[in-house]
């Protein structure tokens, strides 16, 4: 896959909000600072478009994510982030249910987690709730430049565990600091939107 071109197409707080058109689109899940912006950077080649936050938590929009006028990517809401009311944690459930239940041309939810840490309740809740929507369940193990390579297979363990996945594949190593699998990435999106 070739980056020809990437904008920030929308920033999205309500359904109104949404692009129109029925561009595929890839969403990505994950708790507060686990990289999703930096992910969404590295993938297109960008160093600032996704906006990496220093202030988890705060982002309460479903972003779009323009590339080569031809698919989207979508980082939605990150959660986790202990100190948020209830109220807040209720919005953050109604934003991501409102885009998973009103988005036909979304191709696949990603969750995205920290390769150094066994999932939280809330990345578990997450998955579930991806899988109940019948997505495949990729995952993407991020920080994968935190640990020595030797862990990787020891720390995926414990994700897929944790997940209860059967299927190894289904989760990638991944690093935006250092690249790590970026090139896998770029072609697993690929063969998504050729769905
Ligand atoms: P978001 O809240 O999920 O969008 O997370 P950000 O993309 O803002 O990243 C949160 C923090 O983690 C930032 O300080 C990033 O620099 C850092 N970070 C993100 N991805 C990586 C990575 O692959 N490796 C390392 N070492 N740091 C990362």
Do not use: C
């Amino acid at each position: 896959m070739k980056i020809k071109s990437s904008r920030l197409e929308t920033i999205a707080a309500t359904l109104n909000q949404y692009p129109v058109d029925d561009l595929p689109e890839i969403a990505f899940a994950g708790r507060s600072n686990v990289g999703k912006s930096s992910f969404i950077n590295a993938v297109i080649n960008r160093k600032n478009l996704a906006r990496t936050s220093s202030k988890p938590g705060k982002t309460r929009t479903v972003n779009f994510y323009n590339i080569n006028e031809e698919f989207r990517l979508v980082d939605l809401p990150g959660y986790g982030y202990a100190a948020v009311s209830k109220t807040e944690k209720e919005n953050w459930a109604k934003i991501i249910e409102t885009y998973l239940n009103n988005r036909k041309n979304l191709y696949e939810t990603i969750l995205i987690v920290d390769i150094r840490h066994k999932p939280t309740e809330n990345d578990k809740q997450m998955y579930d709730w991806i899988l109940s929507y019948d997505f495949t369940g990729f995952v993407i193990a991020n920080k994968a430049d935190k640990i020595s390579k030797s862990k990787f297979k020891t720390n995926i363990d414990i994700i897929m565990k944790a997940l209860n996945i059967k299927d190894r594949d289904l989760i990638i190593p991944f690093s935006s600091e250092k690249k790590i699998n970026i090139d896998i990435i770029r072609e697993q999106i690929e063969n998504i939107i050729k769905y």
